[in-house]
């Protein structure tokens, strides 16, 4: 592992090695050190390719949160086609054993907001204890789907070559563990200490598993690092300084991958950007759902079709009503609903992008069958809890949402929101027809997105009360997201497959009703 070989061949168009962080602060340090730096953007999306130690890498500053750092890193697989990824940036601590500057390598990620609560009653308060592991899903080559795993292992390679220049590091120390990944910041010291019991939490973070599910996907090694930037376990703020510290060690772990493994093998040769041939005169209207059952009647309803799988997610292309439409099954989760969006964004340019499919109920006042548009989106993981000691207990009404970001015109720079309006010409097209559904009623309000499966009933009331959130599901705001970084008209649709609140279980037949 130690000993540096000798080259094999020129790696002048070796596939590049890629390095992510999600703001300037954990970016910058990196790209000074590319020799022969170029600015590769992916629309709004920043990428900066040169060499280090004489091999190709590439920087990607993946922006905040799970939708993004997915839609970035299965960008930076079709234009790039890179051998391995690093992830790195700042964290907060779980583990009481981290302080400020401590740095954990992540021999496996997870996201820590795919959960399943167990069922409780009205009136019965919300135990946060009360979960299952529910996990998020990438493809899985051999059994030629998307399958749902919790932990997101790390490519033992990078993992050993970490681990080898650990003495390296003299900031503070460097151990081996568990990130957790998801939208929201935790202050509660109970909630963090539970984490780290249940799960092995070491840290946590906002984009570590949906790079690790996108990896998967695309058979590419992969690894976490984080530093632990600030932890309240043991009242450290938030130290800027950390930044710059892990991107020097993930310098060292990268020049010492580059020169013990990817130098000792004949080079790889980096494929060229993958193209999709679709051409069509107007642009087309995009429609999605995440499952068969949630898209195979609208791709029926094409004609003159043409299937497309691109990285392993799956476009239908056709005519409807003499007009041009695309429909994709994004497959399930925040994270493969951003990348679904940005490569049919990237790829057929579409007018309008309509997400609709199932969902469970959060509204006491509607039942299975019945239709919400969604006049917002609201990522419902997306917050902050306030801060309390250790032994105060964990009180699951103390938050306050932060939104996820999506890039602004006016501000040219990414901005966080906590509610994304739908279009007002697509909600109003979807009000002048409701007349035709008969199987239930239909009402404007607000869709809730998240990886999490809530079904205490108190805190489905709560979510209702503090977000106006009518249902619960797991794609709806990733793609709003999306779409208001590329300035595309949007509109979610969500049926009430289930509703807890009122005891009825989930109906495979509404995905049919809403599509």
């Known amino acids: 592992m130690d000993k540096t070989a000798e080259p094999i061949g020129s790696y002048d168009d070796a596939r590049p090695l890629l390095l992510q962080g999600a703001m300037d602060i954990e970016t910058e340090d990196m790209i000074q050190a590319l020799a022969g730096a170029q600015t590769v953007d992916i629309d709004k999306y920043h990428f900066v390719r040169g060499t280090l130690n004489g091999y190709p890498v590439v920087v990607s500053r993946t922006e905040q949160g799970l939708a993004n750092a997915a839609a970035t890193t299965a960008l930076a697989m079709q234009t790039f086609d890179p051998i391995a990824v690093i992830n790195q940036g700042t964290s907060g601590g779980h583990d009481p054993e981290l302080h400020t500057f401590d740095i954990v390598l992540g021999e496996n990620s997870i996201d820590y907001a795919a959960i399943r609560t167990a069922v409780s009653a009205k009136g019965a308060g919300v135990d946060y204890k009360a979960y299952e592991k529910n996990g998020v899903y990438a493809y899985d080559a051999a059994k030629k789907s998307f399958v749902k795993q919790f932990e997101y292992p790390a490519d033992n390679t990078l993992l050993k ?11 503070g120390k460097i151990v081996t563990g568990v990130i957790s990944t998801a939208d929201s910041w935790n202050n509660q010291i109970e909630k963090m200490l539970e984490m ?20 998967k996907t695309y058979q590419v090694p992969f690894l976490g690092i984080r530093i632990l930037s600030n932890t309240g376990i043991h009242n450290e703020e938030f130290n800027p300084k950390t930044g710059a510290a892990c991107q020097n060690y993930t310098l060292t772990v990268a020049n010492k991958y580059i020169d013990t493994i ?4 004949e080079p790889q040769k980096a494929k060229a950007p993958i193209t999709v041939d679709y051409k069509s005169e107007k642009r087309p209207l995009l429609l ?3 499952m068969d059952i949630e898209m195979q009647d609208m791709a029926k309803a094409l004609t003159d079709t043409t299937e497309y799988i691109i990285g392993q997610w799956h476009f239908v292309s056709g005519m409807l009503e003499g007009y041009p439409v695309v429909v994709s099954r994004t497959e399930q989760g925040i994270a493969n609903a951003g990348v679904a969006t940005a490569f049919a964004v990237k790829y057929f340019n579409p007018i309008a992008v309509i997400n609709q499919g199932t969902s469970g109920g959060h509204d006491p006042e509607l039942h299975t069958s019945d239709i919400v548009l969604g006049e917002y989106t609201v990522p419902s993981s997306a917050w902050r809890t306030t801060a309390s000691a250790k032994d105060a207990g964990v009180d699951y009404k103390a938050f306050e949402m932060i939104g996820v970001a999506a890039y602004d015109k006016e501000q040219k720079k990414f901005v966080k929101s906590v509610k994304y309006p739908a279009d007002k010409t697509l909600l109003a097209a979807a009000e002048a027809v409701t007349s035709i559904y008969q199987d239930g009623k239909i009402v404007k309000g607000t869709i809730s997105s998240s990886d999490e499966w ?27 997201q999306i779409c208001k970084t590329y300035e595309i008209p949007y509109l979610g649709i969500r049926i009430l497959s289930n509703t807890g609140i009122h005891g009825e279980d989930f109906n495979p037949a509404t995905g049919s009703q809403c599509q």
């Open 454 to 480: 809530n079904n205490q009933i108190d805190r489905m009331l709560y979510l209702h009360e503090v977000n106006g959130s009518s249902c619960e599901e797991m794609e709806s705001n990733a793609v709003a």
């Open 262 to 265: 990817l130098k000792t093998k």
């Open 196 to 215: 780290h019991e249940t799960l092995g939490s070491s840290c946590e973070e906002m984009e570590t598993n949906a790079v690790a599910q996108v990896c």
């Open 161 to 171: 070559t970490a681990q080898s220049a650990s003495d390296t590091y003299k900031s």
């Open 288 to 290: 999605q759902g995440a």
